[in-house]
């Protein structure tokens, strides 16, 4: 079946703007995880979404950043006012529900601020 | 605060010869261990795991061993291939406090070499 998937692929903006980025989880996963990857780093966490529970928000850098999720679909990681050092990649993961279940990666949406 | 370490950026091996890749963490809450795979421009894949009351795990040419009292992960691979290069990411989680959500090291870039 299809994987998870991430819109856009790349986004330049410009420093100030707002973007929106898009993931699509596999179907029937209920759990749902947004990570960041900057240049030579490792992934780090953002957000997670369990089923109806309130999201893990503890990753989020700022208060610009924030993600809503509806239902056990579509969600959408939203950075407002970009700065230079938002610029990464940003990776969506989707799971079932169960601890320690295999987490599958989307290819991640490539965020260049300038 | 890394709570997760991957002190060597890159290994390069020769075709047939075992690989070892390292990481260290400092959290003793983390109880679950991964290991995930990435390629360029796309997003990381799952590659074995192993539980906090396991010393070793087994898949194939894939071997993950975790020492709990030096805080202590490696991954093997042997015989080593050429496919085998990529990007590998130690990650671990503590789920029964913080649910699914992974603490990824820095990563180590291999080179297998034919």
């Known amino acids: 079946g299809a994987g998870v998937s991430q819109s856009p692929s790349n986004k330049v903006t410009e420093k100030g703007k707002d973007v929106e980025l898009r993931c699509d989880p596999i179907?029937?996963?209920?759990?749902l995880y947004w990570y960041r990857q900057r240049l030579g780093q490792g992934l780090e966490f953002l957000i997670y979404?369990?089923?109806?529970?309130?999201?893990?928000k503890s990753g989020l850098p700022s208060d610009r950043f924030s993600a809503e999720r509806t239902g056990e679909s579509v969600s959408t990681l939203t950075i407002q006012r970009t700065q230079q050092e938002d610029s990464a990649v940003y990776l969506c993961?989707?799971?079932?529900?169960?601890?320690?279940?295999?987490?599958?990666f989307g290819p991640g949406t490539r965020l260049t601020v300038t | 605060d890394q709570q997760v370490k991957q002190n060597s950026p890159s290994l390069s091996v020769q075709e047939g010869r075992i690989s070892i890749l390292n990481c260290d963490y400092t959290?003793?809450?983390?109880?679950?261990f991964l290991w995930y795979k990435k390629y360029p421009a796309e997003g990381p894949t799952f590659l074995i795991s192993?539980?906090?009351?396991?010393d070793k795990n087994e898949d194939g040419r894939f071997t993950v061993f975790l020492n709990k009292s030096a805080k202590h992960l490696s991954l093997h691979i042997v015989p080593s291939q050429p496919g085998d290069s990529a990007v590998y990411f130690c990650?671990?989680?503590?789920?029964?406090?913080?649910?699914?959500?992974?603490?990824f090291g820095q990563g180590t870039e291999l080179s297998v070499k034919p």
């Open positions: 179907s029937g996963h209920t759990a």
């Open positions: 979404f369990q089923g109806n529970s309130a999201p893990d």
């Open positions: 192993i539980s906090s009351i396991k």
């Open positions: 959290n003793s809450m983390f109880d679950y």
């Open positions: 993961a989707s799971s079932h529900w169960a601890l320690n279940d295999e987490q599958y």
């Open positions: 990650a671990a989680s503590a789920a029964y406090n913080q649910g699914g959500k992974l603490i």
